[in-house]
């Protein structure tokens, strides 16, 4: 009677446990899903020095797999790049001497471009809008592949896949931009025209291309009959060779 009891109890205690491990699990499982859903993005590759702007506003080095947080200021010296991955599949590259800053990753994405050069390739997402804000501009992208710079004198926006959409800070749509297109916005004046070979003949723009698996072939600019968003071979360089 007693070796029964004692089994039972020890049966009890063994659900007890077993039961308790298993909670245990699931909550840091869910915490761990929490985490990433908050972030929203993390760091992919890192080439040279890249810093993160800290809660006493002073740089830090981060490093492959930190978390990107809404509010963070990235920023890339002298011969380096970094690529950041959002949840949504969504993809920002930075070139050198660049400096963003990740404004909202709640609903919506939205990348602050002070200076340098970026390149975005986004995920279809009906549900979020991801958009470049710079010089009282907003970039704004559904599913394409886009690069915006900025060089304290001007922005200068370039799409290679799909379209985006040109807006003020109020908003209103001033000009779409589809693939094959750049737009130049200077003194708060929108000009629109080809890209053309040179435009795209630069090392972070054919690395950042090569990365995304885009293959786009430009005509040269001397043949003006040319619609130069045609067939040409165009070599694609390593980064920094």
Partial sequence: MIKKRRKIINTILLLIILGLGAYLISKSIDRDSITMNNSNGQIEYIEGNVEKKSLDNTWESIKKGEIIKNGDEIRTLDKSRVIITFEDGSILRLDENTDTKIESLEDDINIDLNNGTIFNNVSKNKNREYSVTSDGFSIVALGTAFSVSNDETSVDVMVLESSVDIRDLDGKSVEE?????????????????????????????????????????????????SDPYQLQSMQVTEPYA
């Fill in 177 to 225: 931009i589809e693939a094959g297109k750049k737009l130049k916005i200077e003194n708060k004046k929108v000009e629109k025209s080809d890209i053309k070979k040179s435009d795209i003949d630069k090392d972070f723009i054919l690395w950042a291309m090569k990365e995304s698996g885009i293959i786009l072939d430009i005509n040269s600019e001397s043949n003006e009959n």
